[in-house]
Nanobody, 123 residues
């Protein structure tokens, strides 16, 4: 499956962005979908993930209550709504697909990755 992330940009602190991850090649309904991010000089970290049906979601503590992950299997797309953005949210954001029946937060378990979309939050 090929993943294409979009929606990044420059926003002021307190603002919002909505990232999209469009899949092609295969339906995403068979995959747990996740978002990860990587800031310069730092390791890639888990942000959020959603189960195949969309009923279950996991979030990193740092984004809980501010970010919302969702999916539309009919559109083969996953979203990350980011509100109340902070400068520390600045990073390249990546979507990924995991052929798993449970949500996992370890990036090494994900099978397919999209290219990153840059999010920059100014103070």
């Amino acid at each position: 499956v090929q993943l294409q992330a979009s929606g990044g940009g420059l926003v002021q602190a307190g603002g919002s962005l909505r990232l999209s991850c469009a899949a092609s090649g295969r339906t995403i309904s068979s995959y747990v979908m996740g978002w990860f991010r990587q800031a310069p000089g730092k390791e890639r970290e888990f942000v959020a993930a959603i189960s195949r049906s969309g009923e279950l979601r996991n979030y990193a503590n740092s984004v809980e209550g501010r970010f919302t992950i969702s999916r539309d299997n009919a559109k083969n797309t996953v979203y990350l709504q980011m509100n109340s953005l902070k400068p520390e949210d600045t990073a390249a954001y990546y979507c990924a697909a995991d052929l798993s029946v449970v949500i996992r937060e370890d990036s090494s378990t994900y099978d397919f990755w999209g290219q990153g979309t840059q999010v920059t939050v100014s103070s």
